[in-house]
């Protein structure tokens, strides 16, 4: 299972562009946490669309992916994010949207995570599998020039 962890957020006018620089900059390191699955963190902006109606005056993005429920929970305690947020976010932030939901198992592959072994999976890897003297014989019907068959192929038990 997956969970991701999206945060929207915009700081006051006030804030200077270095400041917001360095809090990415800080952000981003959280994909060394344990808690962070396979480090898959992003954090960017501001929005390439155009319309305020559109992104709500939100000018940043975090998305990021957590094993499970208390994997976000370890994220959210750890010393690193306090730090993070406590300094560069919460004192200067104007605006904060959060959304955290599961990974339904069939959607994996989507997230770039290996799809769940399914009975059709493991039916077709038996259906694949060839035995060593089909695949001699398979070689010697081709006639491959290139190809020399040994005698371990031929007969793998001696």
């Not at 200077?16 to 990415?24: M, T």
């Not at 493991?122 to 060593?132: A, H, P, R, V």
């Not at 398979?138 to 040994?150: C, M, V």
């Amino acid at each position: 299972m997956s969970l991701i962890h999206i945060v929207l957020f915009s700081f006051k006018p006030s804030v200077s562009q270095a400041h917001k620089d360095a809090f990415v900059r800080e952000v981003r390191k959280f994909k060394s946490l344990s808690c962070v699955k396979d480090g898959r963190l992003i954090v960017a902006g501001p929005s390439l669309t155009d319309s305020i109606a559109l992104t709500q005056g939100f000018e940043f993005a975090l998305v990021c992916y957590h094993e499970d429920l208390t994997a976000l929970q370890e994220y959210q305690d750890s010393k690193e994010h306090h730090r993070v947020t406590s300094t560069y976010m919460f004192p200067f932030d104007q605006d904060l949207c959060r959304f955290d939901f599961e990974v339904e198992s069939e959607d994996e592959y989507i997230c770039g995570f290996p799809k769940a072994r399914s009975w059709r999976n493991e039916y077709d890897l038996e259906y694949m599998k060839i035995s060593c003297e089909d695949l001699t014989d398979e070689l010697l019907r081709l006639s491959l020039p290139d190809i020399e068959i040994t005698e371990k192929v031929m007969n793998p038990n001696r």
